[in-house]
């Protein structure tokens, strides 16, 4: 495994990244609605690619395919952390995020903060997050539950 910037090229493979992280594991956690609208975030890869040329953005490769992907924007956010399912729980996106909060910690934050899905709400915690607050967010018309959370570093 390797992990390194992500590179304009890179933007239909994060794709299919994000697609499959949340129709394999965020079905369990989300309606079908609900899973179908966020997913839908990623087809417009034009759109996408802007998202993921802010801050830094770090991937995970194995066996020459992208298999996660996480960013931190700006420099005290966690703003995507993402992985195939047949990759989850191998400690790929713990690889990542390390090495995202060793730069915001390098760039002088002193709390990080993310949004949580119900699905990752699990993983932050075990990073050492707290909830700061539930919060219901409207994409496209659809409602999601979510989590403001936060950690000194």
């Known amino acids: 495994m390797s992990i390194r910037q992500y590179e304009l090229t890179d933007v239909e493979a994060i794709a299919t990244v994000y697609r499959d992280a949340i129709l394999e594991i965020g079905c369990n956690f989300y309606s079908p609605r ?3 609208t966020w997913s839908s975030f990623a087809g417009n890869l034009e ?17 020459e395919k992208i298999i996660a992907f996480g960013q931190l924007h700006p420099k005290d956010r966690i703003a995507f952390l ?5 990759y989850a729980r191998r400690g790929y996106a713990t690889l990542i995020y390390q ?6 910690i390098a760039q002088g934050v002193k709390y990080l903060r993310t ?28 409602e999601f539950e979510r989590f403001r959370m936060q950690k000194k570093v």
Request: charged share 35%; net charge neutral.
């Open 34 to 36: 609900q899973v179908k």
């Open 47 to 63: 759109t996408f690619r802007e998202k993921l040329q802010q801050g830094l953005t770090l991937i995970a490769v194995e066996d």
């Open 82 to 86: 993402y992985t195939v399912k047949r």
């Open 99 to 104: 090495k995202l909060e060793e730069e915001a």
């Open 115 to 142: 949004e949580a899905s119900r699905v990752a709400k699990f993983f932050f915690l075990k990073q050492g997050f707290e909830i700061i607050e539930p919060e219901i967010v409207v994409r496209q018309g659809t």
